[in-house]
Nanobody
Framework: QVQLAEAVGGLLQAGGSLILSCSAS????????MGWYRQAPAKQRELVAD??????????NYADSVKGRFTISRDNANNTLYLQMNSLKPEDTAVYYC???????????????WGQGTQVTVSS
């Protein structure tokens, strides 16, 4: 079983910064992709950013709404994912979820795993 543990989010004012972290543990052979998603009230869950496990830092993908403000990074040795969030806006308010696509064994199919979610609230 794979567990994703997210650090607690926070309540911030617009323009502030916050770093989210997520640690993966359990039976893991390889983590292929790790990412952050978010879900605001009455909205669908959306991708914020994700990063592959490739060399040179992996391939990174950002939602247009966070480009230039958020930075995703990954510590492969410790199976930890980070999201540096700068210039936060009220519209960034959401529950943020960590996601990992994992091979638990060398020949196993890739499985999809979610953290429990952490609330980030940005006031104007």
């Amino acid at each position: 079983q794979v567990q994703l543990a997210e650090a607690v989010g926070g309540l911030l004012q617009a323009g502030g910064s916050l770093i989210l972290s997520c640690s993966a543990s359990g039976i893991i052979f390889r983590i292929n992709v790790m990412g952050w998603y978010r879900q605001a009230p009455a909205k669908q869950r959306e991708l914020v950013a994700d990063i592959t496990s490739g060399g040179s830092g992996g391939r990174i993908n950002y939602a247009d709404s966070v480009k230039g403000r958020f930075t995703i990074s990954r510590d492969n040795a410790n199976n930890t994912l980070y999201l540096q969030m700068n210039s936060l806006k009220p519209e960034d308010t959401a529950v943020y979820y960590c996601n990992a696509r994992v091979n638990v064994r060398p020949l196993a199919y890739e499985s999809n795993h979610w953290g429990q979610g952490t609330q980030v609230t940005v006031s104007s």
